[in-house]
């Protein structure tokens, strides 16, 4: 079953997303900061990794760049940005940083979110 880290300040948004990916028997790992998130995208072997652009300590931008710089120890599947509305310029560098795509966290239903993981994973073994 597929690995996907969350990498969310919210707690929240990090436990509702984390209870409905399990449900659906993916294997979750959380990271509640910046820089927590880049120590676990540079261990890599994730096969999808959920990334809040707006972090304590690091941003999600600085988490992609960093990532580019150093390779993770393991390949990582697509990196898809978790935004909220206004954010277009930011999403834009991230989609040139390597992000594959974004959800637009307070427009989403929980059934919305798993459909997108859903599609991100069936892309990233492509």
Request: no cysteine; charged share 30%.
């Amino acid at each position: 079953m597929a690995r996907i880290l969350i990498v969310e300040d919210d707690q929240f948004l990090r436990d509702l997303y984390k209870e409905l990916l399990v449900e659906e028997g993916y294997e979750i790992d959380l990271a509640e900061d910046g820089e927590v998130g880049l120590a676990k995208v540079l261990e890599g072997g994730y096969d999808l990794v959920l990334l809040d652009i707006m972090l304590p300590k690091k941003d999600g931008l600085d988490i992609l760049r960093e990532s580019r710089q150093k390779k993770p120890a393991k390949e990582n599947g697509p990196v898809v940005l978790l935004t909220n509305l206004g954010q277009e310029q930011i999403i834009k560098e991230g989609f040139t940083l390597g992000a594959s795509g974004y959800l637009i966290k307070s427009s989403l239903t929980p059934d919305q979110v798993l459909h997108e993981v859903k599609v991100f994973l069936s892309r990233g073994k492509a």
